[in-house]
C-alpha cells in the first residue's frame, strides 16, 4: 500500500544545531507540504512543493528551508535550531487533480524539542 | 487577513446523540472546504470535501454544510460513538493546491 513516512519520530536537539527531517511518499504525488502544529494554532504551512524542483514558502518560513530532488522526497531543514521550533511537524502530500480539491494524505509526524 | 475559526472548546456529547462542529472563515472565497479528524499522536485523516457549489454532502454517519453566504460550514455525526472521540479540523483550499486549517475542535463521546 501507498503511505507517507517521516523520520525521526522523536527527536532532541540543541539551540543553534541543524536538523533535518525527512519525508517519503510513495503515493507518487507531485503536490508535497510541511506543516507545524502548535497548541491553539493548529496546522501551520511552512513550505510546498507542487514538482520537482519547486518549492515556495508557507506561512511560517523563516528558520525552514526544502529541496525537492525527486518526486517521493520533501527533507525539512531547520538551519539553526531554536527553541520556538519546538513543535510536531507534518509532511502531507496531494496529487494534482483537475479542478483542485485533493485531499491531503498525513505522515504520522515528527516530534521536536529544541533546547 | 485570511482566518478560519473552529470552537476551542471540547463538545461533550451522548452516545448516540448528533455532534455538531462549527467552522467559521474570512477574507477568503474558498473553491471547496474539507473536514479532517485527527486523534492523540496521528497525523489528519481526510473526512469529508464539499464544494463551493454544493450546499450539504453525507458519508454513512457523516454531514456537511457549506453556506457560501455565512462563510460557515456545519459538521455532523449522527448516532455519535466512543469512537468518534477525536478532534476534527476544518481546512480550505486557498489557491494553487494549498489547504489551510483551523485549529480544531476536540469531541468527547460518553457511553
Redesign the interface.
Known amino acids: 500500500d501507498a503511505e507517507i513516512t517521516q523520520s525521526p519520530r522523536h527527536k532532541i536537539t540543541e539551540t543553534g544545531r541543524q536538523v533535518t527531517l525527512a519525508c517519503h511518499q510513495t503515493w507518487n504525488h507531485n503536490n508535497m507540504f510541511w506543516y507545524r502544529q502548535d497548541l491553539g494554532h493548529g496546522l501551520r504551512l511552512i513550505h510546498y512543493s507542487y514538482g520537482v524542483q519547486d518549492t515556495n514558502k508557507g506561512e511560517v518560513s523563516d528558520g525552514y528551508s526544502v529541496s525537492r530532488s525527486n518526486t517521493e522526497d520533501l527533507p525539512l531543514t531547520l538551519e539553526s535550531a531554536a527553541s520556538s521550533q519546538t513543535s510536531v511537524y507534518f509532511c502531507a502530500s496531494s496529487s494534482t487533480l483537475a479542478g483542485g480539491g485533493g485531499e491531503l494524505f498525513f505522515g504520522e509526524g515528527s516530534r521536536l524539542t529544541v533546547l | 487577513s485570511q482566518k478560519?475559526e473552529q470552537n476551542?472548546e471540547a463538545l461533550n456529547i451522548q452516545e448516540g446523540k448528533t455532534a455538531t462542529l462549527t467552522c467559521n472563515y474570512t477574507n477568503y472565497s474558498p473553491?471547496?472546504l474539507?473536514w479532517?479528524r485527527q486523534d492523540p499522536?496521528?497525523?489528519?485523516?481526510?473526512l469529508l470535501?464539499i464544494?463551493e457549489n454544493e450546499k450539504e454532502k453525507r458519508k454513512e454517519r457523516l454531514k456537511v454544510t457549506f453556506d457560501t453566504t455565512l462563510k460557515q460550514s456545519l459538521f455532523h455525526i449522527t448516532a455519535s460513538q466512543p469512537a468518534d472521540s477525536a478532534t476534527y479540523?476544518c481546512?480550505l483550499?486557498t489557491g494553487?493546491?494549498?489547504?489551510?486549517?483551523?485549529?480544531?475542535t476536540r469531541l468527547f463521546v460518553k457511553a
Open positions: 478560519i476551542s473553491a471547496y474539507q479532517y499522536g496521528r497525523g489528519p485523516v481526510f470535501l464544494r479540523l481546512a483550499h494553487g493546491f494549498k489547504t489551510i486549517f483551523g485549529a480544531g
